[in-house]
């Protein structure tokens, strides 16, 4: 019967096909504060796999991903919007990048404190984009010139801005203000009474910013990539990310 302990023994000391390597997830900032930043533990327990989160931008994401240094990749708007704003776009020629969509989060125009505007047209934001709509008096408010300010360097929310409201093209307006992240964009617009901008409505009511509302929500598309169909681990984690995602809580 000593064949049999040894058998058993021999089972408890084989890996478990679950345990994986620690899978590297890497890209947009966005999607790693609205999601990873607070919730990696608990996406860990659900899926039952070892996370290592970088931040940095949806393409840095998708180049990590195709060259074999990430698993998955994080963006932040629709990968051909990511793709068209690449100028990285010989390193991302692969068609086998698999996008599976876990959350949408709302973007809030957001404006000054001493604004008294808070309602527009989906056509007088684009307006404003464009250059046409220039004095905040023309919406009603005070004889102020109107100054917009959008994350810059391809970010993913300010791709949705585009896509949502220009067509997919960059705005005509003069003097726009591009800032590097959201957070910096929040402040500046709060210090000027003249300026609008687009963040995520979770960090516009965490800084108390007033909102423009229009009849009309933009949403920005959070999702996960993979190189091909997702391995089981893969798959576990995105299908964790989605359930927390979804989570009352989130």
């Not at 009849?215 to 893969?234: A, D, F, N, R």
């Amino acid at each position: 019967m000593a064949w049999l302990g040894l058998f058993i023994l021999s089972l408890f000391a084989l890996p478990d096909p679950a345990d994986a390597d620690t899978l590297i997830i890497q890209g947009s900032t966005t999607f790693a504060r609205h999601l990873l930043d607070n919730k990696t533990a608990e996406i860990e327990a659900a899926s039952g796999q070892k996370l290592t989160v970088i931040p940095n931008k949806s393409v840095p994401g998708l180049i990590a991903l195709q060259e074999g240094r990430a698993d998955i990749a994080m963006i932040s708007a629709p990968l051909e919007n990511e793709l068209r704003s690449s100028n990285a776009m010989d390193q991302l020629a692969s068609t086998k990048f698999r996008v599976h969509e876990i959350a949408r989060v709302r973007i809030a125009i957001v404006v000054n404190s001493a604004n008294k505007v808070r309602a527009a047209t989906a056509d007088q934001v684009t307006k404003i984009l464009n250059g046409e709509i220039k004095n905040w008096s023309e919406l009603g408010g005070d004889d102020l010139p109107i100054r917009v300010v959008l994350v810059g360097e391809g970010g993913g929310l300010t791709l949705m801005v585009e896509r949502e409201l220009l067509g997919s093209r960059p705005p005509k307006a003069q003097n726009v203000l591009f800032v590097k992240t959201p957070v910096q964009l929040v402040k500046i617009v709060g210090q000027e009474p003249g300026y609008l901008g687009f963040a995520q409505l979770d960090l516009a009511k965490q800084q108390q910013m007033p909102e423009l509302k229009v009849e009309h929500p933009i949403e920005q598309i959070l999702s996960l990539v993979t190189l091909g169909e997702p391995t089981k681990q893969m798959q576990a984690v995105i299908d964790a990310a989605r359930r927390v995602s979804a989570s009352p809580n989130n």
